[in-house]
């Protein structure tokens, strides 16, 4: 079984910058407290490690 996270975004994306924008996008995050459920990546984790200021994650099991 595949390990999962669970994304969510809890800050608004105002005054962030564009690159920051566009990964939060590439997430699947279009609006604040939104939450989308991911398939643990080394591509995924390393676009949550680039706005962590940004998310809250969790590990699902």
Same mark, same amino acid.
């Given at each position: 079984? &595949?390990?999962?996270? !669970? +994304?969510?975004?809890?800050? &608004?994306? #105002?005054?962030?910058?564009?690159?920051? !924008?566009?990964?939060?996008?590439?997430? *699947?995050?279009? !609006? $604040?407290?939104? +939450? +989308?459920?991911? #398939?643990?990546?080394?591509? #995924? !984790? *390393? $676009?949550?490690?680039? +706005?962590?200021?940004?998310?809250?994650?969790?590990?699902?099991?």
């Amino acid at each position: 079984m &595949s390990h999962k996270l !669970r +994304v969510t975004l809890v800050k &608004s994306l #105002i005054g962030v910058t564009e690159k920051h !924008r566009r990964t939060v996008r590439g997430l *699947g995050l279009r !609006r $604040m407290w939104q +939450v +989308v459920d991911l #398939i643990d990546t080394p591509e #995924i !984790r *390393g $676009m949550i490690r680039k +706005v962590p200021y940004l998310l809250q994650w969790e590990e699902l099991s």
